[in-house]
């Protein structure tokens, strides 16, 4: 509703402004400093001043004065040098929230992909990798909120170093053969991706200690990348099981994906063969005759970065000198296949079914049947660290270089700073630490050196506290009950900590600050939902239904149908006179009752709060910051705190009024769990 009546109040000064100026000037629209000054702030005149060369109140006042009536808006005034804010018409804006309730979202024919997670399957995940994923999974559920057709894809980098090094790890160091590695994955006793942390750990230790040692992985990333051999065998084995693992570790976050594209398949299917031919057809990349790089395909540092000269030392390794492809190649095959370019396509197999029913799919090799198509999307964001900039840039230069600039300008780098430890949380996770770090405002994790905290241990920590916590409330609740309620309160913790913090941010993890029923974070919010349900909870237990205030308002149904004044369903002409609105409202019973209840200060806080629900999903997707979601959920269970102190609900006499304040709960109970779903969180049934 909220964001309606912005594009209303847009769209009529801008029309004022080219009629007055004959200027044609998109119009921002801002958020008062205060409550108390209205609505919303129009900086307009201050974006127009030096352009008549006018000072802005003179603008602003001329703005004011041109044109009639904006429906939904009261006044507006000008205040300071020229801002113009508006106050909205409360009867008329209330009586719209009522009859615009449940509006559907737009569909759309065009894709989105969104590419999120990409843990390497070589080791259990840890804490960095949840930011990755909690980020990329709201970022989808926001623009599926709007109606888009989002396609979810996880990358799996099955023929990396990374793999390489767990498999000569178990080969060298391990002495397993692959059978032994079999039975370790199918062996309910063991965490095979636990066991591959430590492997991967000790093989990059060993690999310091044995600089020759490093032959072991050329060999063995030969083998793997050919797809033959006891090494690939093992590779496979290993990613698979490993890929399995990250899947339910993620599912417990609830999330989800659609596809997974492996990185063998590539290279079986000569994706990268044919991204390299049209390559080298371009000229956008050499083959290096001397210096460091010689033997290699290169891609110059003039075409990813400003500023750079073709040499040794700006140029970007595209395919080693042994004939091996880097990362950034395969890469560049990959965001060629994502928006349709490259003239091919995997072969898929279903490779899990969620709990939900939804089914994930992985690329084959080999021919299948009944499979859903993917990629060819037409905006892709790829969710990807900030270290890993240099990398997406040689990404998106290799599209332009090819000539696909549309696709270039729609391949977006969605990045984000990394996940530290608070130090008194590495200290509750057993990590030690020297008297130096004990002092640190945050602990990086090194994954490489076997540091960190694995997700899983991290989930089952947060629930085992919030399980203590639900159990000293509620003593007298099953304990099946009492542990689904931790872990919703558990997951909410975790993601909304992940998400209130914007994406340049560096964010240190810390159990305490994540888990408190106070202040900004998940549990505060999702207590806001519970205390509104047991309101409802109780008035349904005193035998008592909740009114049907859209009847009480004497909206007439369909919703959205304008009354003609007569027929069946309107309601009856004339309409009444004495409206202080310059317009005739569509529904007058229902002006006047919105008119009388949001007088009050705190209702209409709470009402208006609530409608920019949608407003507030559209901003996060524009600015590319779910972060500022996160917020928008804080804020509206703070107004909710202050409704629910100020009026006792189910207490209240005046029939009008509950009816009102019991609308007003059970729309704030909607559009809260609207904002929580957005944000992947649950609320639980008690906390």
């Given at each position: 509703?909220?964001?309606?009546?912005?594009?209303?109040?847009?769209e009529?000064?801008?029309?004022?402004?080219q009629?007055?100026?004959a200027?044609?000037?998109?119009?921002?629209?801002?958020?008062?400093?205060?409550?108390?000054?209205?609505e919303?702030a129009?900086?307009?005149?201050f974006?127009?001043?030096?352009?008549?060369?006018?000072?802005?109140?003179?603008?602003?006042?001329?703005?004011?004065?041109?044109?009639g009536?904006i429906?939904?808006?009261?006044s507006?005034?000008?205040?300071g040098n020229?801002?113009l804010n508006?106050?909205?018409?409360r009867?008329?804006?209330?009586?719209?929230?009522v009859?615009?309730?449940?509006a559907?979202?737009?569909e759309?024919?065009?894709?989105i992909?969104?590419?999120h997670?990409?843990?390497?399957p070589?080791?259990?995940?840890?804490?960095g990798?949840?930011?990755?994923?909690v980020?990329g999974?709201t970022?989808v559920r926001?623009?599926?909120?709007t109606?888009?057709?989002?396609?979810v894809?996880?990358?799996?980098?099955?023929?990396?170093?990374?793999?390489?090094?767990v498999?000569?790890?178990?080969?060298?160091?391990e002495?397993?053969?692959?059978?032994?590695?079999?039975s370790?994955?199918h062996?309910?006793?063991?965490?095979?991706?636990?066991?591959?942390?430590?492997?991967?750990?000790?093989m990059s230790?060993?690999?310091d200690?044995h600089k020759?040692?490093l032959?072991?992985?050329?060999?063995?990333l030969h083998?793997?990348?050919?797809g033959?051999?006891?090494?690939?065998?093992?590779?496979?084995?290993?990613?698979d099981a490993?890929?399995d693992a990250?899947i339910?570790t993620?599912w417990?976050l609830?999330?989800?994906y659609?596809?997974?594209?492996?990185?063998s398949?590539?290279?079986?299917l000569?994706?990268w063969?044919?991204?390299?031919?049209?390559?080298?057809?371009?000229?956008?990349?050499?083959?290096?005759?001397?210096g460091?790089?010689?033997?290699?395909?290169v891609?110059?540092?003039s075409?990813?970065?400003?500023?750079?000269?073709?040499?040794?030392?700006?140029?970007?390794?595209?395919?080693?000198?042994?004939g091996?492809v880097t990362?950034v190649?395969?890469?560049i095959a990959y965001?060629?296949?994502?928006?349709?370019?490259l003239g091919k396509?995997?072969?898929?197999?279903?490779?899990?079914t969620?709990?939900?029913?939804h089914?994930v799919w992985?690329?084959?090799?080999?021919?299948?049947?009944?499979?859903p198509?993917?990629?060819?999307g037409?905006?892709?964001?790829n969710?990807?660290?900030?270290r890993?900039s240099?990398?997406?840039?040689?990404?998106?230069a290799?599209?332009?270089?090819?000539?696909?600039?549309?696709q270039?300008?729609?391949?977006?780098h969605?990045n984000?700073e990394?996940?530290?430890?608070s130090?008194?949380?590495?200290?509750e996770?057993g990590?030690?630490?020297?008297?130096?770090?004990?002092r640190?405002?945050?602990v990086?994790?090194?994954g490489?050196?076997?540091?960190?905290?694995?997700?899983?241990?991290?989930?089952?920590?947060?629930i085992e506290?919030?399980?203590?916590?639900?159990?000293?409330?509620?003593?007298?609740e099953?304990?099946e009950?009492?542990?689904?309620?931790?872990?919703?309160?558990?997951?909410?913790?975790?993601?909304y900590?992940?998400?209130k913090?914007t994406?340049?941010?560096?964010?240190?993890?810390?159990?305490?600050e994540a888990?408190?029923?106070?202040?900004?974070t998940g549990?505060?919010?999702?207590?806001?939902?519970v205390?509104?349900?047991?309101?409802?909870?109780?008035?349904?237990?005193?035998g008592e239904?909740?009114p049907?205030?859209?009847a009480?308002?004497q909206?007439?149904?369909?919703i959205?149908?304008a009354?003609k004044?007569t027929?069946?369903?309107?309601?009856?002409?004339?309409y009444?006179?004495?409206y202080?609105?310059?317009y005739?409202?569509?529904?007058p019973?229902?002006?006047n009752i919105?008119?009388?209840?949001?007088?009050?200060e705190?209702c209409?806080?709470?009402?208006?709060?609530a409608?920019?629900?949608?407003?507030?999903?559209?901003?996060a997707?524009?600015?590319?910051e779910?972060a500022h979601?996160?917020?928008y959920?804080?804020?509206?269970?703070q107004?909710?705190?202050n409704f629910?102190?100020e009026?006792?609900?189910?207490?209240?006499?005046?029939l009008?009024?509950k009816?009102?304040?019991l609308?007003?709960?059970k729309?704030?109970?909607?559009?809260?769990?609207?904002?929580?779903s957005v944000?992947g969180?649950?609320?639980?049934?008690?906390?």
């Amino acid at each position: 509703m909220f964001h309606i009546l912005e594009k209303r109040i847009a769209e009529a000064i801008s029309a004022r402004i080219q009629s007055l100026y004959a200027i044609e000037a998109p119009v921002q629209i801002e958020q008062p400093k205060q409550s108390s000054f209205g609505e919303l702030a129009l900086p307009a005149a201050f974006q127009l001043a030096r352009q008549l060369k006018k000072a802005p109140k003179a603008i602003a006042a001329e703005i004011d004065a041109a044109g009639g009536a904006i429906e939904g808006v009261a006044s507006m005034e000008i205040a300071g040098n020229g801002y113009l804010n508006v106050r909205l018409d409360r009867g008329a804006y209330g009586a719209g929230v009522v009859a615009n309730a449940g509006a559907v979202s737009r569909e759309v024919a065009t894709k989105i992909i969104v590419e999120h997670t990409n843990i390497n399957p070589n080791k259990a995940a840890h804490i960095g990798h949840l930011r990755n994923a909690v980020l990329g999974d709201t970022f989808v559920r926001m623009l599926r909120a709007t109606g888009e057709n989002v396609e979810v894809q996880n990358y799996i980098d099955n023929t990396g170093v990374q793999v390489a090094d767990v498999v000569v790890g178990f080969q060298h160091l391990e002495r397993k053969s692959i059978e032994e590695v079999r039975s370790m994955i199918h062996d309910p006793a063991a965490r095979f991706d636990y066991v591959c942390w430590d492997v991967y750990a000790r093989m990059s230790q060993y690999y310091d200690e044995h600089k020759d040692a490093l032959e072991w992985r050329h060999a063995t990333l030969h083998s793997i990348e050919a797809g033959h051999g006891i090494e690939a065998e093992m590779a496979h084995l290993v990613a698979d099981a490993i890929v399995d693992a990250h899947i339910a570790t993620m599912w417990r976050l609830n999330i989800a994906y659609d596809v997974l594209p492996r990185e063998s398949e590539i290279l079986h299917l000569q994706f990268w063969a044919t991204a390299f031919e049209q390559l080298k057809q371009r000229k956008a990349i050499y083959f290096e005759i001397e210096g460091k790089n010689k033997g290699c395909w290169v891609m110059p540092g003039s075409a990813f970065r400003e500023g750079s000269i073709e040499g040794d030392d700006d140029s970007k390794v595209i395919v080693r000198s042994n004939g091996t492809v880097t990362y950034v190649g395969k890469d560049i095959a990959y965001q060629l296949w994502k928006f349709g370019l490259l003239g091919k396509d995997f072969y898929y197999r279903k490779w899990h079914t969620y709990p939900n029913g939804h089914d994930v799919w992985a690329s084959t090799d080999e021919p299948q049947t009944g499979a859903p198509q993917f990629g060819k999307g037409t905006r892709v964001y790829n969710v990807i660290d900030t270290r890993q900039s240099y990398l997406q840039d040689v990404v998106v230069a290799g599209l332009r270089a090819l000539d696909y600039n549309t696709q270039a300008d729609n391949s977006i780098h969605f990045n984000y700073e990394m996940v530290a430890l608070s130090p008194r949380t590495c200290i509750e996770m057993g990590i030690e630490l020297t008297e130096e770090d004990k002092r640190l405002p945050y602990v990086q994790v090194a994954g490489r050196k076997g540091i960190g905290v694995k997700a899983d241990d991290l989930l089952d920590k947060l629930i085992e506290k919030a399980l203590e916590e639900v159990t000293s409330r509620h003593k007298e609740e099953p304990e099946e009950s009492r542990r689904r309620a931790a872990t919703q309160i558990a997951i909410g913790a975790l993601r909304y900590f992940m998400l209130k913090f914007t994406r340049n941010s560096v964010i240190a993890f810390d159990f305490a600050e994540a888990l408190s029923f106070e202040g900004e974070t998940g549990p505060y919010v999702q207590y806001s939902a519970v205390r509104a349900r047991n309101i409802l909870r109780k008035l349904a237990e005193r035998g008592e239904t909740l009114p049907d205030f859209q009847a009480w308002l004497q909206i007439p149904t369909p919703i959205g149908v304008a009354p003609k004044g007569t027929g069946e369903g309107a309601y009856p002409a004339p309409y009444p006179t004495d409206y202080p609105a310059p317009y005739p409202p569509a529904y007058p019973e229902a002006y006047n009752i919105m008119g009388r209840q949001l007088a009050h200060e705190d209702c209409w806080q709470l009402l208006l709060s609530a409608s920019k629900a949608g407003s507030a999903i559209e901003r996060a997707i524009a600015s590319g910051e779910p972060a500022h979601l996160a917020r928008y959920a804080f804020q509206l269970a703070q107004s909710y705190s202050n409704f629910y102190h100020e009026f006792p609900v189910l207490s209240e006499t005046d029939l009008e009024k509950k009816a009102f304040l019991l609308w007003m709960t059970k729309y704030f109970i909607e559009q809260l769990e609207k904002t929580l779903s957005v944000l992947g969180i649950e609320v639980p049934e008690y906390m």
